[in-house]
């Protein structure tokens, strides 16, 4: 069974930093792509970075691009979000997904259930 | 950067059939794939590659694609459809994922 778990969350100040985790189990993590997504309060869903299965190749939304760096460790088949300078508008659920394939175009699969990151003095 | 449209919200009464379109530019050359979202949950794919479907998503659940215009169809609907459903797409052009603003889908 694929599982995927988010932690890292939490509450904390503008220019901030965090470290969100994804652990996963129950497929071959090294074969996939693996993405973050986040959702503000009542809002949508807004993409923020896919990482490549195999050579890692990394994506981003332009509204993190330099902010943000995603990264997976394979022998501990987790997933990384590691995100700086916080503004108020990053506050939202962080869901961790698998995509489908091993790139970076095809849907995600399977959803961790997300972890909630409030940014606020 | 590529946009995708969805209606904020559709109602239908139980029993009918739904649909839920995504506008884009030439959408139908991507392949759009459809989430449903209900309160404090995550995202379940329900249908992808325009009209492929997961492992245990009810047949009730259809997508088509074609020209500006991707639609996720909900036939024979029931309440526990009742949720947001988001369309998404790879735009090649950025390498970047696209949502859609998401449809609240309301069963009467």
């Known amino acids: 069974e694929v599982q995927l778990l988010e932690s890292g969350g939490g509450l904390v100040q503008p220019g901030g930093s965090l470290r969100l985790s994804c652990a996963t189990s129950?497929?071959?993590?090294?074969?996939?792509?693996l993405s973050w997504v986040r959702q503000a309060p009542g809002k949508g869903l807004e993409w923020v970075s896919t990482?490549?299965?195999?050579?890692?190749?990394?994506y981003y939304a332009d509204s993190v691009k330099g902010r943000f760096t995603i990264s997976r460790d394979n022998s501990k088949i987790t997933l990384y979000l590691l995100i700086n300078s916080l503004r108020a508008e990053d506050t939202a659920v962080y869901y961790c997904?698998?995509?489908?394939?091993?790139?970076?175009?095809?849907?995600?699969?399977?959803w961790g259930q997300g972890t909630l990151v409030t940014v606020s003095s | 950067s590529y946009v995708l449209t969805q209606p904020p919200s559709v109602s239908v009464a139980p029993g009918k059939t739904a649909r839920i379109t995504c506008g884009g530019n030439?959408?139908?050359?991507?392949?759009v794939h459809w989430y449903q979202q209900k309160p404090g949950q995550a995202p379940v794919l329900v249908v992808y590659?325009?009209?492929d479907r997961p492992s245990g998503i009810p047949e009730r659940f259809s997508g088509s694609n074609s020209g500006n215009t991707a639609t996720l169809t909900i036939s024979r609907v029931e309440a526990g459809d009742e949720a947001d459903y988001f369309c998404?797409?790879?735009?090649?052009?950025?390498?970047?994922?696209?949502f859609g603003g998401g449809t609240k889908l309301t069963v009467l």
């Open positions: 998404q797409v790879w735009d090649s052009s950025t390498d970047h994922v696209v």
């Open positions: 030439n959408i139908g050359s991507k392949s």
């Open positions: 990482i490549r299965g195999g050579a890692g190749t990394t």
């Open positions: 129950g497929f071959i993590f090294n074969n996939f792509a």
């Open positions: 997904a698998k995509i489908l394939v091993g790139g970076a175009d095809g849907p995600g699969d399977y």
């Open positions: 590659d325009d009209s």
